[in-house]
Nanobody, 118 residues
Framework: QVQLVDSGGGLVQPGGSLRLSCTASEIILSTYIVGWYRQTPGKQRELVASIASRLDVYYADSVKGRFAVSRDNAKNTVYLQMNSLKPEDTAVYYC????????????WGQGTQVTVSS
């Protein structure tokens, strides 16, 4: 059974950084499009970043220049490095993987809470 596990969320002050991790069982993430979404209460889930290959990455305008998505294929893990965090980045973050479709939505992690507050 395919399982994605996302982790690394927490409470951070504005301007701080966090790194989220997405690991998988039963699939090799390097062969999937992997995306990071976020959702706040009452709002639709929003794709903030995704990676297909090293040169094929996507960032929402709201996070460009602050977030970076990367892979560690040896660890079967995809990361979302989040810098210069703002209160409006507060959300539950989910990773998702898809064999071929963009935006990815085949498999989902359980979500990890990110709270940016002083």
């Amino acid at each position: 059974q395919v399982q994605l596990v996302d982790s690394g969320g927490g409470l951070v002050q504005p301007g701080g950084s966090l790194r989220l991790s997405c690991t998988a069982s039963e699939i090799i993430l390097s062969t999937y499009i992997v995306g990071w979404y976020r959702q706040t209460p009452g709002k639709q889930r929003e794709l903030v970043a995704s990676i297909a290959s090293r040169l094929d990455v996507y960032y929402a305008d709201s996070v460009k220049g602050r977030f970076a998505v990367s892979r560690d294929n040896a660890k079967n893990t995809v990361y979302l490095q989040m810098n210069s965090l703002k209160p409006e980045d507060t959300a539950v973050y989910y990773c998702s993987a898809d064999r071929s479709e963009f935006p990815p939505n085949d498999y989902w992690g359980q979500g990890t809470q990110v709270t940016v507050s002083s």
